[in-house]
């Protein structure tokens, strides 16, 4: 079970920390991610972490976003700073066994991932 909080609203330019607890998982390879899908849109990965350390983003948010993971408390982060009113929508956690980080923000990556938690509102807006 992946349960998601720390959505709000922000005005452009402030930051926000999504947290992600997970309650158990049992693979020793996995990946954990972040996604997020504005209305009208499709979910687009945004932030991944997989076992071995990698970690990805997509490009309209390097530099911006970091996603962590504090394994003693079973929690995923993402901290995001300098917000955009395109950053806008719902965020999403998923986890899966045996994937890259890199299948994050691969094209129909989303598809790769079979836990998700229910989502946190992020709205960006002055």
């Known amino acids: 079970q992946l349960v998601e909080s720390g959505g709000g609203l922000v005005q452009p330019g402030g930051s926000l920390r999504l947290s992600c607890v997970i309650s158990?998982?049992?693979?020793?390879?996995?990946?954990m991610g972040w996604f997020r899908q504005a209305p009208g849109q499709e979910r687009e990965g945004v932030a991944g972490?997989?076992?071995?350390?990698?970690?990805v983003y997509a490009d309209s948010v390097k530099g911006r976003f970091a996603i962590s993971i504090d394994n003693a408390k079973n929690t995923l982060y993402l901290q995001m700073n300098s917000l955009k009113p395109e950053d806008t929508g719902m965020y999403y956690c998923?986890?899966?066994?045996?994937?890259?980080?890199?299948?994050?923000?691969?094209?129909?990556?989303?598809?790769?991932?079979?836990?998700w938690g229910q989502g946190t509102q992020v709205t960006v807006s002055s």
């Open positions: 998923a986890m899966e066994g045996f994937r890259p980080a890199s299948m994050v923000v691969a094209v129909n990556g989303r598809n790769a991932f079979g836990y």
């Open positions: 158990e998982y049992s693979y020793s390879d996995y990946c």
């Open positions: 972490i997989d076992s071995s350390g990698s970690i």
